[in-house]
């Protein structure tokens, strides 16, 4: 299984842009990255998610490097309400068909300040 | 739409009891899932099913069994309660469309074990 390295926490500013990191080397070619977020005492909430190409959606952005062991998640203009812990997930696939699995690690606490 | 619902909100057991927690999801979704949080940790699998009359061991199976006999139900049992399992539960629904793999959680189930 693809692991993920992420930093236990930021801050950011009200009004910046947050930039989250992900560290995932050892992930294989089929394999997609996923972004997810949990607001404290709430059931985990998907961003977004992307497998070579950098993607957007209405609530962020995904850069994914060039080599794919790296990328990025990026909340253009950060509100309080997006203090959350945010995890980077890269979906593993187990056995033959389609028995697909999140495995969810301790995510980066993000704290958007006032 | 309900999206996925947990059954019940909050428990206290006392050792050895035993319970079921209920998942249902009315979104057709193939994929189902049973997490759980415990203070300040990521979320680990136990179980999940890839269909109705399917399930298979997660991360964190031992002391609790699944079922899966309809599909838009998951349940998850605890067989004889013990303190270890006191946690947050959360239960997970996808559906296996190709290329994306967008889980929606419901709100957990808050167990204490005494």
């Known amino acids: 299984d693809a692991k993920t390295t992420q930093p236990p926490s930021m801050d950011c500013a009200e009004g910046r842009a947050a930039n989250l990191p992900c560290n995932h080397s050892t992930i294989s070619g089929n394999e997609y990255v996923y972004w997810y977020r949990q607001i404290h005492s709430q059931g985990p909430q998907y961003i977004i998610h992307?497998?070579?190409n950098n993607e957007t959606n209405e609530m962020a952005s995904l850069i994914i490097t060039e080599d794919r062991k790296s990328s990025t998640l990026i909340l253009p203009h950060a509100t309080l309400r997006d203090t959350a812990v945010y995890y980077c997930?890269?979906?593993?696939?187990?056995?033959?068909?389609?028995?697909?699995?999140?495995?969810f690690g301790k995510g980066t606490l993000l704290t958007v300040n006032p | 739409n309900a999206g996925v619902t947990q059954t019940p909100k909050f428990r206290v057991l006392k050792t050895g009891q035993s319970m079921t927690l209920l998942c249902a999801q009315d979104?057709?979704?193939?994929?189902m899932y049973w997490y759980r949080q415990d203070p300040g940790m990521g979320l680990r699998l136990i179980h999940y099913?890839?269909?109705?009359?399917?399930?298979a061991k997660g991360e964190v199976p031992d002391g609790y069994n699944v079922s899966r006999l309809k599909k838009q139900n998951f349940l998850l049992g605890l067989e004889s309660a013990a303190p270890s399992q006191t946690s947050v539960y959360f239960c997970?629904?996808?559906?296996?469309?190709?290329?994306?793999?967008?889980?929606?959680f419901g709100q957990g189930t808050r167990l204490t074990v005494v």
């Open positions: 992307g497998l070579k």
């Open positions: 997930i890269v979906r593993v696939h187990e056995g033959g068909g389609s028995n697909y699995k999140l495995t």
């Open positions: 099913s890839v269909g109705e009359g399917t399930t």
């Open positions: 997970a629904s996808s559906y296996p469309i190709t290329g994306s793999n967008e889980a929606f």
């Open positions: 979104m057709n979704h193939e994929y």
